[in-house]
């Protein structure tokens, strides 16, 4: 299987803040990775495909990049509406998801 | 309104067996693939299974392989997925969600139900 790792576990941030997350796979993927948004009793939501395709509805503060084994993903001025978990997800074979790294307001 | 809704969680014993459901409406069910994911409490997501728009593809993840059956009835624009000889380890908040049926997009999940609730306890 391979495994998708994140960092920070965790990122204390205010509003307007630029936030970005990374995503190493254990193995190359290319572009096939995807980003979810997930708020606490909901479930996730997409925001990026193909590391860096914005998902239709997704506001365009949001933004991925990044090819083989390391990608990022963006949060260019952030909103109250986006203190969330963000969880990356290779799309290369059988789906497995990083740990997730929580958003929090500082 | 396009959405997916679960049922059929609920409290089992362990080694017992559960036939979750996922009702679509809003959407052309069969044209699309259709997958289970989870989330233990208070962990991340993990793939459980998947089945193509016509059945002919089906995958599982190695830890519910030879447990776990996934199927769909597309007359009835339904997915489901039978668990048996269920684990505590099985506990999570069971989501079923969509994908389009296509090389390029077949493991990106665009739509998602609010999920149910299986707890596998003595």
Do not use: H
Request: include cysteine.
């Amino acid at each position: 299987d391979i495994q998708m790792t994140q960092s920070p576990s965790s990122v204390s941030a205010s509003v307007g803040d630029r936030v970005t997350i990374t995503c190493r796979a254990s193995q190359g993927i290319s572009s096939w990775l995807a980003w979810y948004q997930q708020k606490p009793g909901k479930a996730p939501k997409l925001l990026i495909y193909a590391a860096s395709s914005l998902q239709s509805g997704v506001p365009s503060r949001f933004s991925g990049s990044g090819s083989g084994t390391d990608f990022t993903l963006t949060i260019s001025s952030l909103q109250p509406e986006d203190f969330a978990t963000y969880y990356c997800q290779q799309a290369n074979s059988s789906p497995t998801f990083g740990q997730g790294t929580k958003v929090e307001i500082k | 309104e396009v959405q997916l809704v679960e049922s059929g969680g609920g409290l089992v014993k362990p080694g017992g067996s559960l036939r979750l459901s996922c009702a679509a409406s809003g959407f052309t069910f069969s044209s699309y693939s259709m997958n289970w994911v989870r989330q233990a409490p208070g962990k991340g997501l993990e793939w459980v299974s998947s089945i193509s728009s016509s059945s002919s593809y089906i995958y599982y993840a190695d830890s519910v392989k030879g447990r776990f059956t996934i199927s769909r009835d597309n007359a009835k624009n339904s997915l489901y997925l039978q668990m048996n000889s269920l684990r505590a380890e099985d506990t999570a908040v069971y989501y079923c969600a969509r994908a389009e049926d296509t090389a390029m997009a077949y493991w990106y999940f665009d739509l998602w139900g609010r999920g149910t609730l299986v707890t596998v306890s003595s």
